[in-house]
């Protein structure tokens, strides 16, 4: 879905003679122009960039279990070489708006549960034999099938349900929605800023900024996106320089009211160069020795299972919100797409910056009219950049940033018109997958619960004829997924 028309006004002719790099990325026949993708790219760039720094962070304040730390610098610098490389190969090989970098969440279960148990080679041995395994289902066929077996509406819900998760994302990420300390002695567990207030010039630097990207977006202006984190991030830098605010946490207590993960000041160092000691740190065949064959088969598991349906729910949303999915629901070069995304999280395994998966924040590109691989090549460019320009990267807030993230979502909701929801058999399942993304922080949650709740209804009704038999087989890991607790628990 653009928010503006091309820049003539009306899409371009596919009819008309086009250079070999127009056909080749398929610009014309998707309906861009090269303006479009490159605002595109930037806008991914900037919503996305704060894995530079955050995964660093993630990583490198974990142990390992010899008692080990990995190199803050040098995370730094891999993620963001492994992000740019990633992110271009998807441009090239998929010829899709999705970029890639190091994941969140499967970085903080490397780091907190898995590096303990061995060392920090091992553990990123186990993420590229995650990776290898995933590829391996992409070339015999089985994951594109699996994707192909999800219904329709269904997949719609996942894209509904990532849009959501987006905005409750940008919302917490800006402080606009904060975690009620249980201490409050109260029901509620999240509430509106401090206390209830926006009292913080943070919060009010998203709140103008959110604004003006709505009234952009609402006047159909063109870059209504990237403008918007261009202009809060000008606006921060300002009230930075004349209110003193400083970060949200200073000397490791926590400061309410500061700036989250980047203050906005103009840096005095440009240019630095990049440490890439890291790369080819990782091996295959230790951990299974030290910890036991059962340890890293369950992590491996678990890894599996989220990368695979994390992006699966991904690359529906992008190409939902770009129109660009076929009766089926599924985008152009999906084989291509998937196996550009194993590779990936091989990739950031044997670069120590854990697996790289496909990134929602891309939709921020997809809003500003990106339609293929091109706007990756120029997110990619700039990630590669960042390693040398690492001081610039950390200039955007999150508070200037995550405007866009709440823009996108309402976006990507607009599709739930499509859902029967006078069909129950369709419509529960697609309103658990909806729910639970954003209420459990996870697409892979959301994706199990509908995929587990479509299954058992539609039993319960005697139509077992309607499932694909695949179903069977992904509703039965989800249950092991989410019954991974205990399982482990009783054999370990």
Not at 78 to 85: H, K, M, N, S
Not at 148 to 166: D, E, H, M, N, Y
Not at 272 to 284: A, I, R, W
Request: net charge neutral; hydrophobic share 55%.
């Amino acid at each position: 879905m653009a928010i503006a028309p091309p820049d003539n006004g009306t899409p371009p002719d596919p009819a008309q003679p086009r250079t070999g790099f127009d056909r080749f990325f398929e610009i014309s026949a998707r309906g861009s122009t090269m303006s479009r993708e490159v605002r595109g790219g930037l806008a991914t760039f900037f919503t996305m960039a704060y894995i530079v720094v955050l995964n660093p962070l993630i990583l490198g304040g974990a142990v390992d279990g010899d008692g080990k730390k990995l190199s803050i610098p040098a995370l730094a610098a891999a993620t963001a070489l492994v992000a740019g490389l990633m992110t271009m190969l998807m441009g090239v090989v998929g010829r899709f708006p999705m970029a890639l970098a190091a994941g969140l969440g499967v970085n903080a279960l490397v780091a907190y549960e898995i590096a303990p148990e061995m060392t920090w080679a091992d553990a990123m041995g186990l993420v590229v034999i995650e990776g290898v395994i995933i590829a391996v289902l992409v070339l015999t066929g089985l994951r594109t099938a699996v994707f192909r077996s999800v219904p329709t509406q269904l997949k719609t819900a996942i894209g509904v349900g990532i849009g959501l998760f987006l905005t409750i994302i940008g919302l917490v990420d800006a402080g606009f929605v904060r975690r009620i300390p249980d201490v409050a002695n109260t029901t509620v567990p999240v509430g509106l800023g401090i206390n209830g207030k926006i009292v913080s010039w943070p919060m009010l630097v998203f709140v103008v900024g959110l604004l003006l990207t709505l009234v952009l977006v609402v006047r159909r202006v063109r870059g209504a996106i990237l403008i918007g984190i261009l202009a809060s991030t000008v606006l921060a830098i300002i009230v930075e320089a004349v209110a003193n605010v400083g970060p949200s946490f200073v000397d490791g207590k926590p400061n309410p009211k500061g700036w989250s993960l980047n203050v906005p000041e103009l840096p005095k160092q440009i240019v630095d160069v990049p440490d890439l000691s890291l790369l080819g740190n990782f091996n295959v065949l230790d951990s299974w020795s030290r910890a036991g064959w059962l340890v890293p088969l369950m992590f491996v598991f678990t890894l599996l299972i989220t990368d695979f349906f994390d992006t699966m729910g991904t690359m529906v949303a992008i190409g939902q919100e770009g129109d660009m999915l076929d009766e089926r629901g599924t985008p152009p070069r999906a084989k291509e797409i998937l196996l550009v995304d194993s590779i990936a999280a091989a990739a950031g395994g044997a670069a120590s910056v854990s697996s790289n998966t496909s990134y929602i924040e891309s939709a921020a590109g997809v809003g500003e009219g990106a339609r293929t691989g091109v706007a990756n090549l120029v997110t990619g460019a700039l990630f590669l950049l960042a390693m040398f320009l690492a001081p610039l990267s950390v200039v955007v807030p999150f508070e200037a940033a995550s405007t866009a993230l709440v823009v996108v979502g309402f976006l990507m909701m607009t599709a739930v018109r499509t859902i029967d929801w006078t069909d129950y058999e369709i419509a529960i399942p697609a309103f658990l997958t909806i729910t639970f993304m954003p209420f459990t922080y996870s697409i892979s949650n959301g994706i199990g619960a509908g995929i587990i709740s479509y299954v058992v209804l539609k039993l319960a009704k005697g139509k077992a004829r309607e499932i694909h038999p695949l179903l069977y087989g992904v509703a039965a890991l989800f249950v092991l997924y989410f019954l991974r607790g205990p399982i482990e628990s009783a054999v370990l």
